[in-house]
């Protein structure tokens, strides 16, 4: 060989890349607009279901209103312990098995302040102000998986580059400088060792790391009307703060004449890093049709960010000089890097939240969310046939999609109180009956001026991922079994 040395359901990946693109993909719609609020331990406990009860912090993530209810100023802060437990098994491998990869963190799920007034008009009975910083989604998780299967990465380098895209900046370009991909017979036809051996088994491993978070900082203005409606009005400063690392490698287990003929092994290591930031309005409503009952609507603006993603790819590709395998050990590596700036607008959020005071003795929430994702859009300066292919494909593989969570609060002896919640997702994709359940409980003790709540929040779901995706070769298929656990905590005094 002459070489120049030079579910929650199957479609919900961080890896369904576009086939011949290193651009945006349905992973960073996902990452932007996809929201499991966090929030107070009280909150949170209840399901995130105190849209229409209002009287939290957290309650800016659905109804605005609720920062009307408050008596007295307030201020709190929610830190979090947060687990990840990621399960994953390579299904190409009958025989292989499951890894499992822990991953615990440190988090502020909400801090803030609410300063209560009494304006001087008889009817208004209060007109409260409120700064909050909440978090929307975490993203911290670590999976590793390994097995033997038929395929390889280079058959996708190698179909990629067979087209009119040819040699690109990030994946076909940096695979023919380090030796994996080349012209064997210079007719324009790349070539790769392992169309030598096209059945052969690889042994294969990969691990991803995740981190990041999804928070906004709101300032809100909200009123209460002669203890019959409640109005407010929220600015969202939404950011995104995002690192992937995923690390890949091959190697062939067996010797010439066996395996593949001058293939050793590879290891391609892809480093996304992605920042952003944007503005939205939320505008709610609470009316109280009796005292103990209370009612809400919500609607909130489209985010739209500015974001910025700088990414890194590395391919080393090591082989014999000759089929034999018996000649000198040759290697060669090969790394392109590169940034892009762009813009992004996620849907419009609706909300119908409903409360029932119970007198001293609780309160039971509930609240539904609608958001159709498939009218999240990408915005590129100056590329213009690339930001319409982006989001035709948004169209097609994103739908509606509702939240709904319920949950409730008792009294216990006056200062002490039990909480209960739920909440259920349905799936953002198109023609994808998956679901997602959140479970909570918690309690906490409220006192005169001072105040400490607990949580327990549990969500277990599946995912199946592709590590490299091919149209005419063998996929890699990876499920995933994911249980995120987190604790949450919430001081805070009144004044």
């Not at 009796?290 to 590395?314: C, K, L, W």
């Amino acid at each position: 060989m002459n070489i120049p040395q030079i579910k929650w359901s199957v479609f919900f990946s961080l890896f369904l890349l576009p086939y011949f693109s290193n651009g945006q993909s349905i992973a960073d719609v996902i990452r932007f607009s996809y929201q499991e609020p966090g929030g107070t331990a009280r909150y949170t406990a209840t399901g995130g279901s105190m849209g229409a009860i209002g009287s939290d912090l957290s309650a800016v993530n659905s109804n605005p209103a609720g920062i009307a209810l408050y008596r007295k100023s307030e201020f709190s802060i929610s830190p979090s312990f947060i687990s990840s437990k990621t399960t994953a098994r390579l299904l190409s491998d009958k025989n292989g098995s499951a890894l499992t990869e822990n991953k615990l963190g440190l988090n502020i799920q909400n801090l803030g302040m609410v300063f209560t007034s009494q304006p001087v008009h008889d009817k208004w009975k209060q007109m409260n102000f409120a700064i909050t910083l909440n978090n929307l989604n975490h993203f911290s998780n670590t999976t590793r998986y390994n097995g033997t299967s038929q395929g390889t990465l280079l058959q996708r380098f190698q179909e990629i580059a067979n087209t009119d895209v040819g040699l690109d900046d990030f994946e076909t370009g940096i695979a023919s400088e380090s030796g994996a991909l080349y012209d064997l017979n210079g007719d324009g036809k790349y070539d790769i060792d392992y169309q030598l051996s096209p059945k052969a088994l690889l042994q294969r491993e990969q691990e991803i790391q995740n981190t990041g978070s999804l928070s906004e900082l709101a300032f809100t203005l909200a009123g209460n009307y002669n203890e019959k409606v409640s109005m407010g009005l929220t600015v969202g400063v939404p950011f995104v703060s995002y690192y992937n690392v995923r690390n890949y490698t091959e190697t062939d287990p067996a010797k010439a004449p066996g395996g593949v003929p001058y293939f050793k092994n590879l290891s391609y290591r892809e480093e996304l890093s992605t920042t952003g930031g944007g503005a939205n309005l939320k505008l709610g409503v609470i009316v109280k049709p009796q005292p103990n009952i209370r009612i809400g609507m919500a609607i909130h603006s489209p985010t739209f960010f500015n974001v910025s993603d700088i990414y890194q790819n590395e391919l080393e590709y090591n082989y014999y000089e000759n089929a034999n395998e018996t000649g000198a050990f040759l290697g060669n590596k090969a790394a392109a890097e590169g940034s892009f700036e762009y813009r992004f607008k996620t849907p419009w959020r609706y909300f119908g939240n409903i409360g029932l005071v119970l007198g001293k003795k609780g309160f039971i929430g509930g609240e539904v969310e609608y958001v159709n994702y498939a009218a999240n859009r990408f915005r590129y300066n100056g590329f213009e046939e690339a930001e319409n292919e982006s989001n035709i494909e948004i169209t097609g593989r994103l739908g509606q999609a509702v939240a709904i969570r319920m949950g409730g609060e008792a009294v216990v002896n006056k200062v002490y109180r039990l909480r209960a919640g739920l909440q259920f997702y349905t799936s953002p994709f198109k023609d994808d009956e998956t679901s997602k359940t959140i479970l909570s409980l918690g309690g906490g003790r409220r006192g005169e001026k001072y105040f400490f709540d607990v949580c327990f929040r549990f969500n277990q779901f599946n995912e199946v991922f592709f590590p490299y995706l091919t149209q005419n070769s063998p996929l890699q298929e990876v499920d995933k079994a994911i249980i995120k656990q987190s604790l949450i905590f919430t001081v805070g005094s009144k004044f």
